[in-house]
């Protein structure tokens, strides 16, 4: 696998979290609408839009590019699959960026944070991370068996963590 260690870490995010929607797309409106037997607020359903929506957000401040999501919708999996497909390319467009063009001007929110790009760079990773935990916990207190789409996994996955011979 070519690239940065950024980008690489864009990668896995994409990987990750479209492995986590294959893992709810099996799942019936029942269990997707469950409220949750854990800490987590919020249904699987309402995670995984929450998901997209931020990701969309985040890309919208760094790229001035407004998103077309629209979480009232109640988006299908396939809408969704789509959105994290389109910031998951986006992003790793953006940490591809090697003289760090796009990287460089701070960010100007319309509630008037200033914010350095790498800052929600790291949110965006950060964020998702978070949200794939909380479903895991939501999707084992069902009874389903969570995605691994750890670190490790995506390693092996990718052949950069081969185990010793024996």
Known sequence: ????????FFEHNLWANLQMLQACSSLTDEQLDAEPQSATKGTIR????????????????LTGVKSRFDSETSPSFSELQSFLSDSGERFLALAKDE???RL????????????????????AINHATEHREQIKSMLTA?????PRVDGWAYAKLNNALIAPPK
């Open 1 to 8: 696998m070519e690239g940065n260690i950024l980008q690489r």
């Open 46 to 61: 309402l995670t995984l839009t929450h998901l997209v929506e931020s990701e969309q957000g985040y890309l919208s401040d």
């Open 99 to 101: 003289l760090n063009e």
């Open 104 to 123: 460089s001007t701070q960010v100007h929110t319309e509630d008037g944070y200033t914010i350095e790009p790498w800052a929600l760079m790291l949110q």
């Open 142 to 146: 069902l009874g389903v068996k969570p």
